[in-house]
């Protein structure tokens, strides 16, 4: 006998609001009580596994893990959700393979006592993930945020010779704001811009700061890349300008005016990777349909990214970013199938390829949609979901008919802090698939947990299953599950 659970009382006492009193959310707590942390971080750790090969989108590792998550679905019965006959919705991603980890070494110059370095990976630096393949030695150049923009008056190459030369640049914009002014830089915030711009100016290779690997570069043939961690770069730049490195781009961002200067110090830069050009990837998708023979035909779809970041120099296990996601929704996929209350409405699972190469899966479903827009009822986004004691989901604030039957289920079962927010928008580039949908006109919420418990090794090979506290991960799959059931029967 399954165990029904009528909280219409919590619901009147909690919102004192005669308008919410009609409803009578109702869930199996059985299916509720199936959801468990051992399950999963038995997904997470398939997921974060060697044979997918950190999950890079367009990889032959990638393709394996969506196959993977498409036999769950169809194995717990939820249905094709691409043109009702597929699990697959596909695009064309363009990857590389790091073969090696390479090399990035400092060298001194001609009648100086400098010292030859060797930098050490992962603590020093990191390939790039879409190097090209050899060897480039120069003079080491900064160049700043790398940007040539003369509408904004604006040139972080005026007056410098770059050609043959390696470039230290910053990631990001000297903008900071997020406002409407921020949208002028948007063109110059991409690493591909940066690219591009160094490549046509001539340079031989790029050491980029910050040690994080990222997938949303370009491979560009001759141009070979590698990226170094602040204190390397502080290493270089303190011989020349006396102050560290972090001082630098405080300075441009404080007058905006560019801060370029010639460091008097040599690096070289291997690299072995072959590039696919004309590779493939998708989204997986399905979804449970209604019971309500009219409600059935609007759909609330929940959305985490299943691609990670591949294996540049060692294996990324992408386990927090963002297996821990996927294995939230699979979770409450599971549960919401095997549920003996069904929702009234359609709840649709979509699992995003190609988001750390550059948001290509989510745009393909918003410029493709599966559903009908406009019986969409939002579109929630699961991104680092797995570390940490609360919950932040922002939007709530924005769409309080969505949020309110997360809120509720919350207070009622699990006890986390919650936070909430205003969708807000933003100015600059989109950076996650919940942004995509918010541009597509979606109502969004998105969900990660917050008050971190161990540390959290972004973009990193440390990165792996045990960067998950099973605590929070159950309670989120719990969250959804209880949170969609809501959403999907309230009918206000
Ligand atoms: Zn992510």
Redesign the pocket.
């Known amino acids: 006998m399954i165990r029904r659970f009528f909280i219409i009382a919590f619901w009147v006492l909690t919102f004192n609001s005669f308008a919410y009193a009609q409803t009578i959310p109702e869930v199996d707590l059985n299916a509720y009580h199936e959801i468990s942390s051992h399950d999963l971080l038995g997904f997470a750790a398939e997921l974060s596994s060697e044979k997918y090969g950190g999950r890079l989108s367009g990889s032959p590792g990638y393709e394996m893990s969506a196959r993977w998550v498409a036999e769950r679905l169809q194995e717990w019965g939820l249905k094709p959700g691409v043109g009702d006959t597929s699990y697959f919705q596909w695009f064309p991603n363009a990857w590389t393979d790091v073969l090696e980890t390479g090399s990035v070494r400092l060298l001194p110059v001609k009648g100086s006592d400098q010292k030859e370095r060797v930098l050490k990976f992962p603590e020093d630096f990191f390939p790039g993930s879409n190097s090209a393949s050899g060897k480039v030695e120069g003079e080491v150049v900064y160049v700043g945020f790398g940007i040539s923009a003369p509408e904004l008056g604006y040139d972080d190459y005026a007056g410098m010779d770059v050609k043959g030369k390696i470039l230290l640049m910053e990631t990001g914009v000297p903008y900071t704001a997020n406002d409407p002014d921020l949208k002028r830089w948007e063109p110059y915030s991409y690493h591909r811009y940066k690219f591009q711009r160094a490549k046509d100016l001539g340079a031989a290779g790029l050491l980029y700061v910050g040690l994080v690997a990222n997938p949303n570069t370009s491979f560009i043939e001759g141009f070979l890349n590698a990226h170094i961690s602040e204190e390397v770069a502080d290493e270089l730049v303190r011989p020349v300008v006396n102050r560290p490195f972090a001082d630098l781009k405080r300075e441009i961002v404080k007058d905006m005016k560019p801060g370029s200067f010639y460091l008097n110090r040599k690096a070289e830069i291997t690299a072995r990777t072959k590039h696919y050009p004309d590779a493939m990837s998708c989204n997986v998708i399905g979804y449970i349909e209604g019971t309500d023979p009219e409600l059935k035909k609007e759909v609330i779809i929940i959305g985490a990214?299943l691609d990670g970041q591949g294996s540049p120099g060692a294996l990324f296990p992408s386990t927090l970013?963002?297996a821990s996601g996927v294995a939230d929704l699979l979770g409450a996929a599971k549960a919401l199938a095997s549920s003996e209350v069904k929702p009234a409405r359609s709840v649709m699972f979509l699992f995003f390829g190609g988001?750390e190469c550059g948001l290509y899966g989510s745009t393909k479903y918003v410029n493709e949609p599966q559903w009908p827009k406009e019986k969409t009822l939002f579109m929630m986004n699961l991104?680092?979901v797995g570390n940490g004691k609360g919950f932040f989901m922002s939007g709530g604030l924005s769409f309080p008919n969505y949020y309110r039957p997360f809120e509720m289920a919350n207070n009622k079962y699990l006890h986390r802090e919650m936070r909430t927010s205003e969708l807000r928008p933003s100015f600059g580039r989109p950076r996650t698939d919940g942004a995509v949908f918010e541009k597509g006109g979606y109502s969004v919420l998105s969900l990660w947990t917050t008050q971190s418990v161990k540390p959290v090794y972004y973009h990193h090979p440390l990165d792996n299953i045990d960067a998950l506290t099973p605590e929070i991960m159950e309670d989120a799959a719990k969250l959804l599950y209880l949170g969609i059931m809501g959403a999907a029967n309230d009918r206000n």
Request: net charge negative.
């Open positions: 990214h970013d963002n988001e991104d680092m």
